[in-house]
């Protein structure tokens, strides 16, 4: 069978490591007789072109690469094809899957850790930030613009806010700003981060006294989201067998 091999960022903070391990044994729970690894493009180990030799030493003919990124930033459109590229294997083939993002599972998952922190629809006094990391890439940042205003539009809240922890603008506490103006007198922010980490942590310390839901995590539907792009990606070399 051909393995999967998740990818994610990786980070220094060992926190994001053990989180992305949870949410792999989510996955290995929801299919138990597929081969699931997991690695990391930097700062963390195993890095991915090791996984991948490990792959194709275990025997394994082929593998998927799915990227635990939520947008298609720089880690995505540069980083995952170059560390592949790097390992080339003979009589070993390698495809990508797509990232994770968009898709409504991340979503719902981000309003289950809203809902975990005891936040509610409806609640015209509560202002909600979404956020993510922040791209120089822009269609990242827009993809994170594009769910606040989906979730303002149908949440009942006072309104929702898109924010970034680098790179791009508004930041956190210009989106705070914003809701506090519309008479928000309670703050949220929502977490478009699958992991903890440097980023996270510096939303939370800028969102001062706002409750902050946790990141995604290892939740099943991001799990079924992961299997979902394996066999996506897995369907083009079942029909070239």
């Known amino acids: 069978m051909t393995a999967l091999v998740a990818v994610a960022h990786g980070s220094r903070d060992p926190r994001s490591a053990a989180v992305v391990h949870q949410l792999l044994d989510v996955v290995r729970a929801l299919a138990p007789s597929l081969d699931v690894r997991g690695s990391f493009l930097d700062l ?6 090791d996984v991948l030799r490990g792959v194709h030493a ?14 298609k930033a720089f880690h995505a459109r540069v980083d995952v094809p170059g560390a592949v590229a ?3 294997l003979p009589g070993f083939d390698v495809s990508i899957a797509d990232v994770l993002g968009p898709d409504p599972r991340l979503e719902s998952a981000a309003l289950r850790r809203l809902a975990s922190v005891g936040i509610r629809s409806r609640d015209r006094t509560l202002g909600v930030v979404l956020a993510g990391a922040g791209s120089s890439h822009a269609p990242a940042n827009a993809l994170v613009s594009s769910i606040a205003a989906r979730w303002a539009a149908g949440s009942g809240w006072a309104g929702v806010e898109p924010a970034f922890a680098a790179t791009a603008q508004p930041d956190v506490p210009t989106a705070v700003a914003r809701l506090r103006a519309r008479g928000a007198r309670r703050i949220a922010v929502a977490s478009w981060f699958l992991a ?7 939303v939370t310390r800028l969102a001062g006294d706002a409750i902050i839901a946790p990141p995604l995590g290892p939740d099943p539907e991001v799990a079924e989201l ?16």
């Open 86 to 88: 790097d390992t080339r």
């Open 196 to 202: 903890p980490g440097f980023l996270p942590d510096r």
């Open 226 to 241: 992961i299997l979902h792009r394996y066999h996506s990606a897995l369907a083009p070399l079942a029909a070239s067998a």
């Open 44 to 49: 963390s180990v195993p890095l991915l072109g």
């Open 58 to 71: 275990d025997g394994h003919r082929s593998a998927v690469v799915v990227p635990l990124l939520l947008g």
